[in-house]
């Protein structure tokens, strides 16, 4: 099985969480002010939404269906490799909830008809990063958006309230019902004051470019192959792409000069430690991953979705890094070649 046009597009937009662009080759990290670091947390908060919604507000929507659940559970359920951008959100003080029938989903992997209930993401201090997305993709902003094209109701909207960026995804509501909660949430966020920021300041640095972790010609040599190139999100408009951007981390993927089918991708989340600690609990029987002993690496685990997909999640001085070999038809042992790749990757950012 080899990863497809379709899929390596898919990918592209998981890494910007929104449409696939054209990549540019070093994305240009933002600052904006914030209040003193936060100690690194360790769970999601007692009240996920920050007092945007609560759960009889949802249920009044969408009946009880729905329940309150961690969208970054339900997106890596569909997408499983890659670091969920809830993170990012979070790692800014921001917060990302959700309140649906469990149903796995992610935008970017392709719509689900079974999936029912909204996903709220809030990050605070944006307006900066708001309208510099504004001013280059002119992102459709302003008011509930809903359809009906693709079967059941869905409603979105992305709004600058304040100095927040709401960002609502609601399904499987009636349209009237939608609306109402997206100018329910907006209202709230007119008070929103989101936690402190993650303090980077006991993590290894990162570089700014994966080229500077692993080279293309060592990454040729342990999978086989050879004529790769590597390449990096160019931003887009969305919520996660202007975190992304202004937290930092890296993310970058490998491909043939003669084919479109992705090979390799590597993500890491600055200070994420406490993020793959939570992202672990989640994975369970057949996803659950095999901790491997790899020199430079405080934690090393392997996980494979399929016998020729398999994702090595690190933590190096505290990041979090996630290393994944997609599905290919090449010949070859991936969990031997993630351990071989683990080990340069840890070296370069010990």
């Known amino acids: 099985m080899r990863t497809s046009a379709l899929a390596l597009a898919l990918v592209v937009a998981a890494l910007t969480g929104c449409a696939a662009v054209t990549p540019s080759p070093t994305p240009t990290m933002t600052e904006r002010e914030t209040s003193s670091p936060a100690a690194t947390p360790t769970a999601q908060p007692a009240d996920p939404c920050g007092g945007l919604l609560d759960e009889a507000t949802a249920r009044a929507a969408f009946g009880d269906v729905v329940d309150a659940t961690d969208p970054a559970a339900t997106i890596a359920a569909a997408a499983p490799h890659g670091i969920p951008k809830p993170y990012w959100i979070r790692s800014l003080g921001g917060v990302a909830c959700e309140f649906s029938n469990g149903v796995a989903y992610s935008s970017n992997r392709g719509f689900v008809s079974d999936y029912v209930g909204l996903r709220v993401q809030a990050l605070p201090d944006a307006a900066d990063g708001w309208q510099r997305l504004q001013d280059k993709y002119q992102g459709q902003a302003g008011g509930a958006q809903c359809s009906t094209n693709l079967g059941p109701v869905v409603c979105t909207s992305e709004a600058l309230v304040g100095d927040t960026w709401v960002s609502i995804y609601v399904q499987g509501a009636e349209e009237e019902a939608g609306r109402t909660l997206i100018s329910s949430i907006e209202s709230s966020a007119a008070s929103f004051v989101g936690s402190a920021a993650v303090d980077q300041s006991s993590a290894g640095a990162l570089p700014t470019l994966c080229s500077d972790v692993i080279s293309n010609d060592t990454v040729e040599s342990i999978l086989g192959t050879g004529d790769l190139y590597f390449d990096v999100p160019h931003g887009g408009w969305s919520i996660e792409a202007d975190a ?87 010949p070859g042992d991936r969990r031997a070649e993630l351990e071989s790749i683990g080990a340069i990757v840890a070296d370069a950012l010990g």
């Open 244 to 330: 992304w951007l202004t937290f930092g981390g890296l993310q970058c993927f490998w491909l043939p000069m003669d084919g479109p089918d992705l090979v390799m991708s590597l993500d890491a989340l600055p200070a994420g430690a406490w993020a793959w600690h939570e992202r672990q609990q989640q994975l369970t029987g057949a996803s659950a991953p095999d901790a491997v002993s790899i020199a430079g690496a405080d934690e090393a685990w392997v996980r494979c979705s399929a016998a020729d997909e398999c994702a090595l999640d690190l933590i190096v001085q505290e990041n979090w890094i996630e290393v994944t070999l997609w599905a290919s038809d090449r």
